[in-house]
């Protein structure tokens, strides 16, 4: 069970690679559609840029919740089950972010990019971190401990 717990950790990872990606798309997409069509957008163009990466936002928040109860079954620990916790938090956070950001562009607007990297350090901590102990398990007796 650990194995899929750190397969799906990376999977996570790589999904919040990809949202942050697709907010870049999805701003470009927006400035050349202003250059294109004039100096005007309207709701249509902007949704066209930014459905990608709403969409997959609400899967990313799912897939943090998968993977804390991947870590529940599978015997990680408190310790690892608090940076998950912490990690759904700030998912969970990012969605209000999002929301409330429209209507507030500052701060709330500004703050919402600055968690999506929070998100992006903490899971490729848990990643790093489990791929440590994984590599711990594959050494063979007598070996010398990896380092930190």
């Known amino acids: 069970m650990r194995t899929v717990y750190w397969v799906w950790s990376m999977v996570v990872l790589v999904m919040v690679v990809i949202q942050i990606g697709l907010a870049g798309y999805g701003a470009f997409f927006v400035a050349k559609k202003l250059d294109d069509e004039g100096s005007t957008i309207d709701d249509k163009v902007f949704e066209d840029g930014f459905q990608f990466h ?19 079954i599978a015997g990680i620990g408190k310790w690892r089950l608090g940076k998950h916790g912490l990690l759904f ?37 848990i990643v790093h971190s489990e791929w440590l102990l994984w590599r711990e398990r594959k050494a063979p007796a007598g070996a010398a401990p990896a380092s930190a």
Request: charged share 0%; no cysteine; proline share 5%.
């Open 89 to 125: 938090g700030l998912l969970f956070l990012q969605l209000w972010l999002a929301w409330i950001g429209f209507e507030v562009p500052f701060p709330v607007g500004f703050l919402h990019p600055i968690n999506a990297f929070l998100i992006l350090g903490l899971t490729s901590w």
């Open 54 to 72: 709403a969409a997959l936002g609400y899967f990313v928040i799912l897939a943090g919740l998968v993977l804390m109860i991947i870590g529940l």
